[in-house]
Nanobody, 116 residues
């Protein structure tokens, strides 16, 4: 059974940090590119960050560049999103997304709220 389970979301003050985790099971994690998306209320889902299967390359949305870092530990079948200097506009449900040439899987999402 394929699963992507996000964790680490919560309420944080502006300027704070959170680390999201995405634990994968049921598929060969190290063959999949991993992405983090987010969706704020009333807005479309947007790509936040992407990391290749071996972790050698990553890309970021302009809105998070320099503040967020995507990483992965293939030995633990887990992807991460380190979020620093959080802003109220980062408030959203964050989803991890795994893709290969043949398959794609979504997690259920974790809520991140940035508010004082």
């Amino acid at each position: 059974q394929v699963q992507l389970v996000e964790s680490g979301g919560g309420l944080v003050q502006p300027g704070g940090s959170l680390r999201l985790s995405c634990a994968a099971s049921g598929f060969t994690f190290n063959l999949y590119t991993m992405r983090w998306y987010r969706q704020a209320p009333g807005k479309e889902r947007e790509l936040v960050a992407r990391i290749t299967s071996a972790g050698g390359s990553s890309n970021y949305a302009d809105s998070v560049k320099g503040r967020f870092t995507i990483s992965r530990d293939n030995a633990k079948n887990t992807a991460y999103l380190q979020m620093n200097s959080l802003k109220p506009e980062d408030t959203a449900v964050y989803y991890c997304y795994a893709t290969s040439a043949r398959n794609e899987y979504w997690g259920q999402g974790t809520q991140v709220t940035v508010s004082s």
